[in-house]
Nanobody, 121 residues
Framework: QVQLVESGGGLVQPGGSLRLSCAASGSIFRINAMGWYRQAPGKQRELVATITYYGSTKYADSVKGRFTISRDNAKNTVYLQMNSLKPEDTAVYFC???????????????WGQGTQVTVSS
């Protein structure tokens, strides 16, 4: 069974940096797109960044120039480097991956449990 585990969240001061990681384990044939979402209390979940199998990336306007998404296929891991953090970035961050468990099987999304990021002085 495929499992996703996020790590790297925590408390950081405004202007600081954090690096989130999300590793997948289990029966995996191929991981297609990967992404990060976040949800603040009382707000809807929003897309932060995505990266395709071939490395094409997209970012929410609010994080462009500050966040960088990357992937390491050998480790089945996606990363989110967050710099110049602002209080508005405070949220639970969720990892999402489209995963094929075997050849010929349609990929489907898997989600991690989330990791808390708090930006405060």
């Amino acid at each position: 069974q495929v499992q996703l585990v996020e790590s790297g969240g925590g408390l950081v001061q405004p202007g600081g940096s954090l690096r989130l990681s999300c590793a997948a384990s289990g029966s995996i044939f191929r991981i297609n797109a990967m992404g990060w979402y976040r949800q603040a209390p009382g707000k809807q979940r929003e897309l932060v960044a995505t990266i395709t199998y071939y490395g094409s990336t997209k970012y929410a306007d609010s994080v462009k120039g500050r966040f960088t998404i990357s992937r390491d296929n050998a480790k089945n891991t996606v990363y989110l480097q967050m710099n110049s953090l602002k209080p508005e970035d405070t949220a639970v961050y969720f990892c999402n991956k489209d995963i094929q468990i075997s050849s010929g099987v349609r990929s489907r999304p898997y989600w991690g449990q989330g990791t808390q990021v708090t930006v405060s002085s």
